[in-house]
């Protein structure tokens, strides 16, 4: 069986509308890993990594910062990525937000509580700089992008069009709806499977 490991936002957990929607859409055709994932970076990071390694997911699949995630590491772990709505510069992102604040589906730590202060803002920044360091000509066509037409957050097409080929957009905001991961997130991910059903690490 296929598996698809799904990369949560930053506000957002394993829980989740896109994640339960991507669970609920392939019905146990497609074995659906939604974990919750830590909020410094560097800690997703390692966490994500070491995920892949225990799981071996054959798709990559974001949504916002979990698509920030899912560019970097895609090319260094050999995975396809399709990336909804990435967000590329969580630092502008998170100056505006400094303090205290919830996330907006439950966690299975039952942490509901965090703070974005300069420290992690710092550690985004830092990350950013490298983001695209391991994209190739070879990762040019296997990590797409889907863009909602609605999204007020993130404007990264034309970033996202400077190292990748494959664009997408669907009618819906920065967050998509149930319906709107079974119409349009599910057949990308769907067509990204069979078309890279074999590793694609570049040799």
């Known amino acids: 069986m296929k598996k698809i490991l799904f990369l949560h936002g930053f506000y957002a957990s394993g829980q989740c509308i896109p994640a339960l929607a991507l669970h609920a859409s392939f019905d146990g055709r497609v074995e659906v890993i939604t974990p919750d994932l830590p909020m410094h970076p560097k800690e997703a990071i390692r966490f994500i990594r070491q ?113 990748y080929t494959q664009s997408y957009h669907f009618p819906g905001g920065h967050t998509p709806t149930a319906e709107e991961v079974h119409t349009w997130y599910v057949p990308l991910a769907e067509k990204m499977l069979r078309e890279y059903s074999q590793p694609v690490k570049d040799h």
């Not at 974005?116 to 830092?126: H, P, Q, V």
């Not at 950013?128 to 000509?137: A, G, K, L, M």
């Open 51 to 163: 995920l892949i390694e225990q799981e071996k997911p054959d798709l990559l699949l974001g949504n916002s910062c979990g698509s920030f995630y899912a560019q970097m590491l895609a090319p260094i772990e050999g995975i396809p990525a399709l990336l909804g709505n990435p967000h590329f510069q969580m630092t502008a992102f998170l100056k505006q937000r400094i303090g205290e604040h919830q996330y907006k589906s439950p966690r299975k730590d039952g942490q509901q509580n965090f703070t974005i202060d300069e420290a992690l803002i710092e550690e985004f920044a830092e990350i950013e700089q490298i983001q695209f360091n391991n994209c190739t000509s070879y990762y040019k066509d296997k990590v797409w992008g889907l863009f909602g037409d609605q999204d007020t957050l993130a404007h990264f097409e034309p970033l996202f069009l400077e190292h």
